[in-house]
């Protein structure tokens, strides 16, 4: 019987370089707060958001994809022509095919790479970093491009209390390539489709089309999404530390998805993070960016204490589906 071969690959991944873009727009709350009849405090004291970064008309996910790729790239000191596949994560594709992925590789020069998205919102992310692992280790891809880009805001209902005041618009990307220690540590994943309607759009395309609902728009049920954000993904956390083999003192940093500055904080003391760690927390400046917000939030983190370069990272997404996802990665 004729033996097949197989492609052999890396002992170990890690992220190389990261990139972002944001929108261009600074939206304040003292803009929003008429619609919802609110308040600047009372967006303050519930969400930490004191401003959030959209993109202005004509800038699409796919821009900003574009951006924050270019970036990562160039700080990874790598060719495009190198990178082996480009994972992008979104829910804000201006069209529901083709992906954002392919013209991302076209742009940046990838091509012939193989390109999908990935369609996990908030946890898009760390699905991402997850699979580029598996395809370095398993020989499938030398470098892999994993972004999370969304436009948030063209879905926001200005008058909806639930979710329209989180949202803002950005793109994040990394480089992930071989390396002779694993850089990134078993990933904890999972979903929870019991609570499939807890995040997501208000109607369906189909109903937009037949005229039984207005065109569809990002909507919540907040005390759903914030006791599982806050119970279940402690549990999630503590499970990825230990799958990592390292404890809350061994971190670095802590870099959950931006969802809520009261869901972060009350994350950071679930888990037991010491002071020692430092915490993203670009909601406060940016707003939620969905896929776009752990690796947005890790950039500016290194950034502002580039002392954290090369410690350990615990980074966290959850979302709609409820999809979750969680690991411990090494810091470019």
């Known amino acids: 019987m004729t033996t097949l071969k ?5 002992p ?11 929108g261009d727009v ?10 919802i009849d609110s308040s600047d405090e009372w967006i303050r004291q519930r969400t930490g958001i004191v401003t959030r970064k959209r993109a202005r008309k004509g ?95 063209q879905y926001v209902d200005p008058t909806d209390r639930t979710i329209s005041f989180l949202l803002g618009d950005g793109a994040g990307a990394a480089i992930v390539g071989p390396s002779d220690d694993p850089g990134i540590s078993a990933t904890v994943w999972g979903s929870d489709g019991s609570k499939w309607d807890a995040v997501g759009m208000n109607a369906t395309f189909e109903e937009y089309l037949d005229g039984e609902k207005p065109w569809p728009r990002m909507r919540q049920d907040g005390q759903t999404v914030f006791r599982w954000a806050v119970w279940e993904m402690a549990k999630v956390a503590k499970q990825a530390l230990e799958g990592a083999g390292v404890t809350p003192a061994d971190l670095a940093a802590f870099i959950p998805h931006q969802a809520n500055m009261r869901i972060i904080d009350e994350l950071a003391k679930q888990i037991g993070l010491p002071d020692t760690v430092q915490i993203g927390r670009d909601i406060e400046t940016t707003g939620n960016t969905s896929a776009a917000s752990i690796p947005l939030a890790t950039h500016r983190l290194l950034e502002e204490h580039p002392e954290l370069s090369g410690g350990l990272a615990l980074q966290i997404g959850f979302g709609a589906g409820l999809v979750y996802g969680a690991q411990v990665v090494r810091l470019p």
Do not use: F, M
């Open 59 to 153: 800038v699409d996910a796919i821009d900003l994809a574009e951006t924050a790729s270019r970036e990562a790239i160039e700080k990874a000191g790598i060719r495009p022509d190198q990178i082996g596949a480009v994972l992008v994560s979104t829910i804000s594709n201006v069209a529901v095919t083709p992906s954002v992925s392919s013209l991302l590789a076209e742009r940046i020069g990838a091509t012939p790479a193989p390109a999908y998205d990935i369609g996990a919102a908030c946890a898009g992310y760390t699905y991402g970093i997850a699979q580029a692992d598996a395809l370095i280790r398993a020989g499938a891809a030398e470098y892999v491009l994993v972004v999370g880009a969304e436009k948030l805001s």
């Open 6 to 10: 197989q492609s052999v690959g890396h």
């Open 12 to 22: 170990g991944s890690r992220i190389l370089a990261l990139g972002a873009a944001r």
């Open 26 to 35: 600074i939206v304040t709350n003292d803009e929003l707060v008429e619609a």
